[in-house]
């Protein structure tokens, strides 16, 4: 166990809180996450992606599922909407 785990002021749980130990996603997305998402909220995110995953039968290879599932975590995460659609 590590005594000097890393934490980040997160946004979500808005508190200090254990920080992810790499960015879940490629490029600025995952940059944002490292820097203002904790584990915990994490976690609790990738939960409820797998519900709307199930509970909407979403293919996850398909872009507007991708784009929806970018939406929600946007939503989920950081509390703002996203309609971006041009945006892959």
């Known amino acids: 166990m590590n005594d000097q785990q890393l ?3 997160c946004v ?14 490629p490029g600025a997305m995952g940059q944002r996450l490292m820097q203002q998402i904790s584990q915990p909220a ?3 995110w990738m939960q409820m992606q797998t519900k709307w995953i199930n509970e909407l039968r979403l293919n996850p290879t398909d ?23 041009n945006e892959t």
């Open 7 to 9: 934490m980040v002021q």
């Open 12 to 25: 979500k749980l808005k508190r200090k809180a254990p920080a992810l130990a790499y960015p879940p996603l």
């Open 42 to 44: 994490w976690d609790a």
């Open 63 to 85: 872009p507007k599922a991708q784009q929806l599932l970018h939406d929600k975590m946007c939503e989920f995460l950081f509390d703002e909407m996203h309609s971006d659609s």
